[in-house]
């Protein structure tokens, strides 16, 4: 009975060894990725709070894109798009390959190159507001032309984990972290697209004409 209590651990032991194996490239690539714009934003957030209440500071001609209007939404972006959701999808990646209980067979490559497009769209979103391209939208301060790039490498990611996980056995689905995780992936894209497309792109001129407050030229 030993015997096979010690059989059934090392197998166990080793199908993990094998599923952390199998994630172990987009996780890590994720992770410090994540960490190095832990690192971008917090000095940001750093100048950003000195320049707050010493506005003087490294006012310098050649550091004009370094004022608080532009290093806050520089620093709140870098958090949020290059450690938090980055982070949060290496951890989901992991999480679902484990509850799953199976090696991810394909589909790494895809989801490491899609990191990739994800950190340039940071990268640029990040240089856009330093240097004047913000929209002044709350969360949303990237340029307009940045979103579709974050859209497109989040949907690969989340397709891929998706699909691996529609291949575990039915009545092996039900953990209440895979669903909120799952849930996450759906739900994100979702409102990162509908929001985007309508403010970017099919916002009215006027937010007090489009409620009819204030009345267009002939009218």
């Known amino acids: 009975m030993e015997t096979t209590d010690t059989t059934v651990s090392n197998s166990d032991s080793l199908r993990r060894a094998a599923i952390d194996r199998s994630v172990k490239g987009p996780v890590l690539f994720l ?10 934003s917090t000095i940001m957030g750093l100048i950003a709070s000195v320049k707050l209440v010493k506005p003087g500071f490294l006012d310098y ?9 532009r290093l806050q939404p520089a620093h709140l972006t ?4 290059g450690w938090a959701i980055q982070s949060g999808l290496g951890a989901s990646i992991w999480i679902l390959a484990r509850r799953s209980g199976l090696a991810l067979e394909r ?21 856009g507001i330093l240097f004047g391209g913000s929209t002044s939208l709350t969360w949303l301060e990237f340029p307009a032309f940045v979103w579709p790039l974050f859209l497109v490498a989040f949907l ?17 689905w039900f953990f209440l972290s895979s669903w909120y ?4 992936l759906f739900c994100f894209p979702w409102i990162f697209a509908t ?5 970017n ?5 006027s937010p007090l004409g489009a409620i009819g407050l204030v009345s267009t030229p002939g009218m």
């Open 31 to 40: 992770f410090a990725n994540a960490a190095l714009w832990l690192l971008a």
């Open 61 to 69: 001609d050649w550091l004009w894109f370094l004022n608080y209007g």
């Open 78 to 81: 870098a958090l949020v798009y």
């Open 107 to 127: 589909g790494a490559g895809s989801m490491v190159t899609a990191g990739v497009f994800w950190n340039i769209g940071v990268t640029l979103g990040v240089l």
């Open 156 to 172: 690969i990611i989340a397709g891929r984990m998706v699909l691996h996980y529609n291949a575990v056995q039915r009545e092996n």
């Open 181 to 184: 995780i799952l849930a996450g």
């Open 195 to 199: 929001v985007n497309l309508l403010l």
């Open 201 to 205: 792109h099919y916002a009215p001129a």
